[in-house]
């Protein structure tokens, strides 16, 4: 056996887009500079040449929001993976199947109990590596099932959102999800419990049509993206050009359509100082 047969190779680990994110170089899709990892997260993962608001995993989101990076997920209830038995170019299933194995998570929401400023809260989050962030019946359960916690325990219940809209594989069972979570946070304003909704990039289709924009506060990412449909589609529909900005979130800030515009790095200050005032009058455990 000759020196050439004795070389062990090297293994050559197979990453995920989590772990590139976390580990290598990033492009800004903004202005294409090239970020390095530890840059971005020492910024908020914000592009330090324009200030772009780079998209979040959920538990980055988690980590930025809660209080020494503590909280506890909620389980969710577990719904029928398939309803419709829907294939288009492949098996809904499968899409499902392959969205779950490269996010590591079950569906486009997850939801955590933790102290933000102290308080207690109950967040719901939006994935929208997970299909988009698409609404169907799990992200409808998943918001039904956060706002009842907040309601039954009477703590601030925050939505933040990151979505394409409604989940076509499911139809109109998903398009049954708008009622649904519109009639859930409804239920939190009559028994006079917050709810702040959180608008990162892109809040669209029937998420923003629904739960996006029924927060006690709105408040919305520093340039991120917020309508029903998209601005290209809008343009091809009515033969003109549309106004510089708009659907930002700073033109719908001008507009009356959200409540404040927030920098990420200063999202959880300004969340402490709304949830301070909304729970004035409530008691906290």
């Not at 299909?131 to 009477?154: C, D, F, N, P, Y």
């Amino acid at each position: 056996m000759n020196w050439l047969t004795e070389i062990v190779r090297p293994k050559i680990k197979k990453t995920t887009p989590k772990e590139i994110a976390d580990n290598l170089w990033v492009r800004c899709p903004n202005c294409n500079q090239m970020l390095f990892s530890k840059e971005l997260k020492n910024s908020f993962y914000v592009c330090t040449s324009c200030g772009h608001h780079l998209r979040l995993y959920i538990e980055k989101r988690f980590r930025l929001l809660f209080d020494n990076d503590k909280y506890a997920l909620l389980d969710l209830p577990i719904i029928d993976d398939d309803p419709l038995k829907f294939k288009d170019l492949q098996k809904y299933s499968d899409r499902l199947k392959a969205n779950r194995k490269e996010t590591n998570s079950q569906d486009a929401i997850q939801v955590a109990r933790g102290k933000i400023g102290g308080i207690t809260c109950v967040v719901a989050a939006l994935d929208f590596s997970f299909m988009g962030g698409s609404m169907g019946l799990a992200v409808g359960e998943g918001i039904v099932a956060a706002a009842h916690e907040a309601l039954k325990s009477r703590e601030p219940f925050i939505a933040i959102s990151s979505s394409g809209g409604a989940r076509m594989q499911e139809g109109m069972l998903s398009l049954m999800q708008m009622a649904r979570t519109t009639a859930a946070v409804n239920e939190l304003k009559e028994a006079g419990v917050p709810f702040i909704s959180v608008l990162t990039d892109p809040t669209t289709g029937g998420v923003s049509a629904s739960f996006a924009m029924l927060g006690d506060v709105n408040i919305a990412e520093k340039g991120c993206l917020i309508g029903f449909a998209g601005p290209r589609v809008i343009e091809q529909t009515i033969h003109e050009k549309l106004p510089e900005g708009f659907q930002r979130a700073e033109y719908l800030l001008e507009h009356g359509m959200v409540d404040m515009v927030v920098e990420r790095s200063q999202m959880k200050e300004q969340l402490v100082k709304v949830l301070k005032v909304l729970t004035s009058h409530i008691k906290e455990k």
